[in-house]
């Protein structure tokens, strides 16, 4: 099956830092959704982005699907940011049925 | 707008005892719904998925079961709990495939 690898797992920044967080997946897909799972477990939608690149405030997102990896990127990090990110996708072999595949996440802290 | 809801939000069992963990969406009709788990520490893994009402296909075989009674609603069983069925349980609905998908808040289940 599809392999969905996050980089780097843990990242520890200052508040006031930038950073990017990598996903690469092995195969063909129909959906990559980015999401942050905050403290209490929920996960919280960030972008639907199976190609190209969008821009939500302080963070933004490319995917580049012919190279299959996909970018995420946090400007002027605050301590709220801090959680885990996971990165999902829809295999294109996941007969239509949506099924989402994750990565092990990227645990990122930031300090004040 | 579309809300999804999951109850119980903890739940503390002991071995052998039954589970039945409950999760209905509001808002939209004949949503794909599906079932996941986190082991601590780890990544989502897909264990049920559903396209309309009586259809379940499970991903993993295991100690669980699906129901899918009406079109809002999943139920997530077991007969007999195992120590290794401990986890946080997330369901999820979309529209459809290829679409962004939206998951609950969780419930979080100790087998003791």
């Known amino acids: 099956g599809i392999q969905v690898e996050q980089s780097p797992p843990d990242l520890i920044l200052q508040e006031g830092a930038n950073s990017t967080l990598r996903c690469n997946f092995s195969d063909s897909v129909n959906n990559l959704q980015w999401f942050h799972q905050n403290p209490w477990g929920q996960l919280i939608n960030l972008f639907y982005?199976?190609?190209g690149t969008k821009q939500n405030g302080r963070l933004s997102a490319t995917t580049v699907a012919t190279e299959r990896y996909s970018l995420l990127y946090i400007s002027s990090s605050q301590t709220t940011d801090s959680g885990v990110y996971f990165c999902?996708?829809?295999?294109?072999?996941?007969?239509?049925?949506?099924?989402?595949?994750f990565g092990q996440g990227t645990t990122l802290q930031v300090k004040p | 707008s579309q809300t999804i809801h999951q109850w119980p939000a903890t739940l503390v069992q002991p071995v052998g005892s039954p589970l039945s963990l409950e999760c209905t969406v509001e808002?939209?009709?004949?949503?794909?719904l599906y079932w996941y788990r986190q082991a601590a520490g780890r990544g989502l893994q897909l264990l049920f998925y559903?396209?309309?009402?009586?259809?379940i296909s499970s991903e993993v075989p295991q100690n669980l079961s699906a129901s899918r009674p009406q079109d809002r609603q999943f139920i997530l069983s077991s007969k007999k709990l195992l120590l290794s069925d401990s986890g946080f349980y997330l369901c999820?609905?979309?529209?459809?495939?290829?679409?962004?998908?939206?998951f609950g808040p969780g419930t979080r289940l100790t087998v003791t």
């Open positions: 999902a996708v829809e295999p294109k072999t996941s007969s239509n049925t949506g099924k989402l595949i």
């Open positions: 559903s396209v309309g009402i009586g259809q």
């Open positions: 808002g939209t009709s004949n949503p794909n």
């Open positions: 982005i199976p190609s």
């Open positions: 999820a609905w979309s529209v459809g495939w290829g679409v962004e998908q939206y």
